[in-house]
């Protein structure tokens, strides 16, 4: 399976984006999730969903973010409002190789090339 993002770009504190991820395959019975890297961090999960589409959120993000998932078009989403500086990163989204419940951020999943989101002050 391989992930393209998009959707990121420049935008000010207190604004809106909208993230997409491609799937060349199926991710029908795959665990999605987005992760992110800011300068000089480590890389860090901000939201996962499950193939049934239940969702969780790192606490950073909770009520800001949202997660949702296409099946049939093989594409996942990260709606991103009311972004702060602190959200500046490169979004990755990855896809679970095994599990269709729990996304591990290993290497051994699926991962996208990623997208720049910078959010200024």
């Known amino acids: 399976v391989q992930l393209v993002e998009s959707g990121g770009g420049l935008v000010q504190a207190g604004g809106s984006l909208r993230l997409s991820c491609t799937a060349s395959?199926?991710?029908?019975?795959?665990?999605m999730g987005w992760y992110r890297q800011a300068p000089g961090k480590q890389r860090e999960l901000v939201a996962a969903?499950?193939?049934?589409?239940?969702?969780n959120y790192a606490d950073s993000v909770k009520g800001r973010f949202t997660i949702s998932r296409d099946n049939t078009k093989n594409m996942v989403y990260m709606q991103m409002n009311s972004l702060e500086p602190e959200d500046t990163a490169v979004y990755y989204c990855?896809?679970?190789?095994?599990?269709?419940?729990?996304?591990?951020?290993?290497?051994?999943?699926?991962w996208g090339q990623g997208t720049h989101v910078t959010v200024s002050s």
């Open positions: 990855a896809a679970s190789r095994l599990s269709p419940t729990v996304i591990r951020g290993s290497p051994g999943d699926y």
């Open positions: 969903i499950t193939s049934g589409g239940d969702t």
């Open positions: 395959g199926s991710i029908r019975l795959r665990a």
